[in-house]
């Protein structure tokens, strides 16, 4: 059953590259993948003339959806994209000079989104958006799941890990690569998962740092080391960070697993209520949460969909093991208290 288990995992990292490598966003515009049809909405956002949206996703997820949701409607669309920090520190100072520039915002800082709800700065979802977990004001367009990394041609499929104890694995020793929680407090929702439960714990992490990890602050690194073998395990990571290197480097070694804990970093996406094009903005929100717009937005190996398993998307772990009550804004609050822990530990 591992033999299969991680034969199969191999096959869906292979497959994914490949789908990336040879369609790209073109998959959107699959004619077998529904988007909105609404005649007059659509002629409404035409009659808008364009739309634009701020993203804090990756800049290859934001120009897919960009140029699926123009090819799709003829509707020029632009995009500015930032990480979610300086992505709120703009939002708030246009807010205090009087609305938001951008018609839509993708952004993984939820908490802001509650915030600017409040304030009246963002629209409800159009009713007729059928999506599962929406809210009135927003849903959540991409779902990133983490695990961790490890390189298939250094690590035996015996001891492949299949629980965080597993790391744990003599063999391991001086061979772990760990991304620092001082990334964001979303890439320490891992380390709080940890630290918290009861069948991990402190002691737990007391362990991992027997094991003598090398730390380091940006965790596409992570998987970069991983990959080159310098490492043999690494976390916290994003699974999309491995498929890219498989895109580049085909016949990669670097695979991805899901543990026994896994966490997740979600994206949402909202309407400015004071849009300047409000039918285009209501459109291309409408269409990121269709299976195009999704494709769009998570294929290429990017993320997983709320959806379901969509071509070349990422198929989501088992929910059971997911801590989705972990969250960036659950963090927040012992966020320093987990980098102190860290900084002892790991030093």
Known sequence: MTRHSNSRRHLIIATLALAFAQAGSALAADAKLAQPTDAKLIAAAKADGKVSFYGSSSVAALKSDADAFQAAYGIPTTFTQLTSGPLT?????????????????????????????????????????????????????????????????????????????????PKFQGKLVLGSPRISPAYSELYYALWKDPKYGEAFLQKLAAQKPRV???????????????????????PY???????????????????????????????????????????LV??????AGQVAHNGGGRASSLLGTLPSTLTAPDRKRVRTDITAEKVTPDYQAIIALFDKLYR
């Open 89 to 169: 520190a703009r939002v708030d100072q246009e807010i205090r000079a009087g609305r938001i520039n951008a018609d839509v915002v993708i952004t993984a800082d939820r908490y802001s989104f509650y915030r600017w709800i409040a304030d009246g700065q963002i629209a409800p979802l159009p009713a007729d958006i059928k999506f599962p977990d929406r809210t009135d004001h927003i849903a959540q367009v991409q779902a990133v799941y983490q695990g961790v990394f490890y390189n298939k041609a250094q690590v035996a499929a015996a001891d492949i890990p299949k629980t965080w104890n597993d790391l744990l694995n």
């Open 286 to 291: 409408a269409y990121l949460l269709s299976p």
């Open 241 to 283: 960070d491995a498929i890219n290197i498989q895109v580049a480097n085909p016949g990669a070694p670097i695979e991805y697993a899901y543990l026994d804990i896994i966490t997740l970093a979600p994206t949402f996406i909202g309407i400015n209520a004071k849009s300047q094009n409000p039918n285009a903005a209501k459109l």
């Open 216 to 238: 380091v602050q940006n965790n596409a690194l992570v998987a970069q080391l991983v990959n080159s073998g310098e490492a043999v395990v690494g976390f916290t990571g994003l």
